[in-house]
């Protein structure tokens, strides 16, 4: 069964600061895996999405890397900013019916 | 293109009562839906998979019973949680993959989310 983990469960920082997301999954076997954004009571923005083939992807001030042999991603935030507060959450795309299977997230506050 | 919407965002309800929650695909059509709960401060948890004009598979640990999903068209899906309970309470979240026109089978869209709260 897969299992998603998302490091550090909250993370607070000053404006500007430049920072790093983790989330490891159990089982390697994945087609993709997504990073989201979803503000308190919303649904879920999608931010970056990678293949299992490819090693990173970039969106402006995001940028996620994958090691899929490891089960680990990082999505890292340069010079953050207060409405990057949210929370980060990572999912992995597996199995013969492509399932999601997320992990709790990281709330991250940006101070100005 | 490739948006979800759900209806309603907000609903309070009475124990013991049913509340029905739509989904739709407001641009494409969603050959599969997927239902999702999200209690506070936890993860996304995949509740059912629903797929156009067939019954719903439900994950382990989810009554079907108490959780019916419709999904009559490629547009629209429906959740209703009967007699519905104050730990029924959740942000039940629906997404929707579309095959139709080409899409990846690995690609959800998610819609906006609806709060249930349960007095």
């Known amino acids: 069964k897969q299992e998603v983990t998302q490091i550090p469960a909250a993370l607070s920082v000053p404006e500007g600061e430049n920072l790093v997301l983790n989330c490891s999954f159990t089982?390697?076997?994945?087609?993709?895996l997504q990073w989201f954004r979803q503000d308190p009571g919303k649904g879920l923005t999608s931010l970056l999405l990678?293949?299992?083939?490819?090693r990173e992807q970039t969106s402006g001030r995001l940028n996620a890397s994958l090691d899929k042999s490891s089960g680990r991603s990082t999505l890292y935030i340069a010079a953050s900013q207060p409405g990057d507060s949210a929370t980060y959450l990572c999912?992995?795309?597996?199995?013969?019916?492509?399932?999601?299977?997320f992990g709790k997230g990281t709330l991250l506050t940006v101070n100005p | 293109g490739a948006v979800v919407s759900q209806h309603p965002s907000w609903v309070i309800c009475k124990s013991g009562t049913s509340v029905k929650i739509e989904c739709r695909s407001l641009?494409?059509?969603?050959?599969?839906m997927f239902w999702y709960r999200q209690f506070p401060k936890q993860s996304l948890m995949l509740m059912a998979t629903?797929?156009?004009?067939?019954?719903?598979?439900?994950e382990q640990g989810v009554e079907k019973d108490k959780f019916l999903i419709n999904h009559a068209s490629l547009t629209l899906s429906t959740l209703t949680v009967t007699s519905a309970h104050p730990e029924d309470s959740s942000f039940y979240i629906c997404?929707?993959?579309?095959?139709?026109?080409?899409?990846?089978?690995?690609?959800?869209?998610f819609g906006p989310g609806t709060r249930l709260l349960v007095l």
């Open positions: 999912a992995v795309t597996g199995g013969s019916n492509y399932k999601l299977t």
């Open positions: 629903s797929n156009e004009g067939s019954k719903a598979t439900y």
């Open positions: 641009d494409f059509q969603a050959t599969t």
């Open positions: 990678i293949q299992s083939s490819q």
């Open positions: 997404s929707a993959r579309d095959l139709v026109s080409g899409g990846a089978e690995e690609t959800q869209y």
């Open positions: 089982d390697s076997a994945i087609y993709n």
